[in-house]
């Protein structure tokens, strides 16, 4: 039996998924255990499953620099930054074992003083206070288990909490929602919780448990196969095209009256536009509708689609639509 390390150099969370995926389709033929430690910069990433518009505010994420991810896995939506670290266990099913694998998560964090305990949805709280620190997604096939979970070492809360709040705009969602829960950094708990400390304190925590592993270079999986699945990652169609069916109301009123726009989307494009307003201009808003249909559901392709229209009324609500940051 063979156990494998492998530690992630990138900050890419689609290159860090792709590679992932790598090591998924490689265990089922790989006998023993691997642990795959990662970090994302300034990432959110959502479950397989889950409505990308509900979970994250796209926009302000990707204004300052982040980006959004959809995971192969189902679970929540998380913020990721390099103050946290990620973790991944690949088994083979006859080798895969959720107990022990959390175990091998809560020795580590106890290398610091700091008692643990597994919650009902498979998240890790601190015992001493009830706060989680580590959330956990499993994807399982009928060859390989996987679960991967984050590890909250001394994450920026502010961006947490900004990013994962819901649009302004009224949701009817139709996807998988979060469920929310106390968070907390591990070094509120101690001084002496770092990253390159909670790294290493995992890596013996593994060996400890499992026996000796190969320490594996991330570079030796590097290949057109890995350039392939980076670009899936990051592409349109997985990360927005993914999200289920949902529907849209933004309103807002004008000098020139107000206006309720119900959206129907379906992969990220809107397939049914209603427009309600008590402008005197019975012509304008009926052309609306039709102008919004088929538009892909973001404010720049909206406000685009709105510039075609030669109305000083479809520019101010151009520039609203940007404002929105959808």
């Not at 849209?248 to 129907?264: A, D, Y």
């Amino acid at each position: 039996m063979e156990n494998r390390i492998v530690i992630g150099m990138s900050y890419d969370p689609w290159h860090n998924l792709a590679l992932e995926e790598i090591l998924f389709e490689q265990q089922a033929e790989q006998q023993g255990v691997t642990l795959y430690l990662w970090q994302n910069e300034n990432t959110v990433v959502i479950g397989k499953h889950q409505n990308a518009w509900l979970e994250c505010r796209m926009a302000l994420l990707e204004e300052e620099g982040g980006k959004l991810a959809r995971r192969s896995s189902g679970g929540g939506a998380v913020f990721h930054d390099l103050g946290n670290l990620n973790f991944t266990f690949l088994a083979r099913q006859s080798d895969y074992d959720l107990k022990r694998q959390m175990r091998v998560i809560g020795n580590a964090v106890g290398y610091f003083g700091i008692e643990t305990e597994m919650t009902g949805r498979n998240d890790l709280v601190v015992k001493k206070s009830g706060a989680k620190f580590s959330g956990n997604a499993f994807r399982l096939s009928n060859a390989v288990g996987m679960q991967h979970g984050t590890i909250l070492v001394q994450t920026d809360m502010d961006k947490l909490g900004r990013y994962l709040s819901p649009a302004k705009e009224k949701l009817m969602a139709k996807g998988v929602k979060s469920v929310r829960a106390r968070v907390c950094n591990l070094a509120d708990y101690s001084e002496d919780v770092t990253i390159d400390g909670m790294k290493k304190a995992l890596q013996d925590a593994f060996t400890a448990e499992y026996g000796p592993a190969l320490l594996m270079e991330e570079a030796s999986f590097h290949n057109d196969h890995l350039v392939a699945l980076r670009e899936k990652y990051a592409s349109w169609e997985w990360r927005i095209g993914q999200t289920p069916a949902f529907d849209v109301s933004l309103e807002h009123r004008f000098s020139w009256g107000g206006i309720t726009l119900q959206l129907k989307l379906q992969e990220g494009h809107i397939t049914e536009a209603h427009v309600f307003s008590d402008a005197m201009d019975v012509d304008f808003i009926e052309y609306l509708s039709k102008t919004l249909t088929g538009c892909q559901f973001s404010s720049t392709e909206i406000a685009a689609r709105l510039r075609t229209v030669a109305q000083p009324q479809a520019t101010e609500l151009a520039t609203w639509i940007i404002e929105q940051r959808l």
